[in-house]
């Protein structure tokens, strides 16, 4: 009797994991666009107002921004070592993160190719558009959240208890 109370303790805490692993990709498609945002709105004064070279600006505007700050470093340091061109690094960078999704990257991609390659004033309309399109798809990715995320991880949890049922 121990025994069997043991397993299913056991089955409802495996489940809960199960559960919050399931949800996890969700979570951090939110979050990693939350930090893009962030970053997006702390170029427009790097870049605009105090002429911040790119690299730097990357840099600074990445600061404290979890995975985004990860590969923004990823992305200057094979820039000093001129390891390859700024769009194809960018890219790279993009296509390195798991908590983007394919519409992201191209959003994400859009705003690399208008970095540095014009005047002040189409890269502020740049970065605006790009904050614009980024609250678009963190909005998009918290209703999928609330709706697959949160369904997938109600789905694992009834069948942790369902399994706990059939073994009662």
């Not at 996890?24 to 105090?50: A, C, G, N, S």
């Not at 404290?64 to 590969?71: A, K, S, T």
């Not at 859009?110 to 614009?132: I, K, Y």
């Amino acid at each position: 009797m121990i025994v069997k109370a043991i397993a299913l303790a056991l089955i409802l805490l495996s489940t809960l994991g199960f559960s919050a692993r399931a949800v996890r990709p969700f979570q951090m498609r939110v979050r990693t666009l939350e930090q893009w945002q962030q970053l997006v709105l702390h170029l427009v004064p790097l870049i605009e107002w105090r002429l911040t070279p790119l690299p730097q600006a990357l840099m600074e505007g990445a600061r404290g921004r979890g995975q985004v700050e990860l590969g923004v470093a990823w992305l200057t340091n094979e820039l000093s070592q001129g390891e390859g061109g700024f769009f194809e690094l960018w890219q790279q960078m993009l296509a390195n993160d798991p908590h983007l999704w394919a519409d992201d990257r191209a959003v994400l991609a859009e705003l690399g190719r208008g970095l540095g390659v014009s005047g002040v004033n189409f890269q502020h309309d740049h970065l605006m558009a790009t904050h614009h399109e980024l609250e678009r798809l963190c909005a998009d990715a918290r209703t999928q959240w609330a709706k697959d995320g949160r369904m997938l991880g109600a789905l694992v949890g009834a069948a942790g208890v369902m399994v706990v049922i059939l073994m009662l």
